[in-house]
T-cell receptor, first 114, second 113 residues
Framework: AQSVAQPEDQVNVAEGNPLTVKCTYS??????LFWYVQYPNRGLQFLLK????DNLVKGSYGFEAEFNKSQTSFHLKKPSALVSDSALYFC????????????WGAGTKLIIKP | DAGVTQSPTHLIKTRGQQVTLRCSPK?????VSWYQQALGQGPQFIFQ???????QRGNFPDRFSGHQFPNYSSELNVNALLLGDSALYLC????????????FGQGTRLTVV
């Protein structure tokens, strides 16, 4: 069965420091991987995706993520955090060629302190 | 481009009633998916529509049904509402190819009392 784990309910980072939000996944075949961000009372906004190719993908607002097949991980990173990055972050996976639905993690609340 | 639009934004219903939620996809998108997001949780897949047919369904009872129209817009219907159906309902649109990202509406907050 497909699954996504975000092991941290909350991540606290000081403004200007690097941030990492962790995600691991489980699928039978090859994955498509996604990160989304959700602000209060809003829908989900796409940040970045891994489809194939370079393991380091760059996305919106300075975020990037590294795909690690051996560790089945897709951690979200940013070199220098901003207070405005504070939000709820979701990792999602879809199995290539065999499934249409996105499987989501439970989300990680990111708090950036000034 | 208006992106994905959902209506209404908020809704309060009584147990046992029926509700219809609506979604207009982003321009050019032909696939619509519906998700239920309970408070403090990640979205759960309800179903996906493509070419006016339900292409895949998640683990939701038959009380949840949907429809896609020729203009790709979609409706989600929930019958015999339960208190546990209270959630944020998200519509997502995309192109049908699997490697494209989904774009989400702002959601409909359904409260069942």
């Amino acid at each position: 069965a497909q699954s996504v784990a975000q092991p941290e309910d909350q991540v606290n980072v000081a403004e200007g420091n690097p941030l990492t939000v962790k995600c691991t996944y489980s699928v039978s075949g090859n994955p498509y991987l996604f990160w989304y961000v959700q602000y209060p009372n809003r829908g989900l906004q796409f940040l970045l995706k891994y489809i194939t190719g370079d393991n380091l993908v760059k996305g919106s607002y300075g975020f990037e993520a590294e795909f690690n097949k051996s560790q089945t991980s897709f951690h979200l990173k940013k070199p220098s955090a901003l207070v405005s990055d504070s939000a709820l972050y979701f990792c999602a996976v879809r199995e290539v060629d065999s499934n249409y639905q996105l499987i989501w993690g439970a989300g990680t609340k990111l708090i950036i302190k000034p | 481009d208006a992106g994905v639009t959902q209506s209404p934004t908020h809704l309060i219903k009584t147990r046992g009633q029926q509700v219809t939620l609506r979604c207009s996809p982003k321009s050019g998108h032909d696939t619509v998916s519906w998700y239920q997001q309970a408070l403090g949780q990640g979205p759960q897949f309800i179903f996906q529509y493509y070419e006016e047919e339900e292409r895949q369904r998640g683990n939701f009872p038959d009380r949840f049904s949907g429809h896609q129209f020729p203009n790709y817009s979609s409706e989600l219907n929930v019958n015999a509402l339960l208190l546990g159906d209270s959630a944020l309902y998200l519509c997502a649109s995309s192109w049908t190819t699997g490697d494209t990202e989904a774009f989400f509406g702002q959601g409909t907050r359904l409260t069942v009392v």
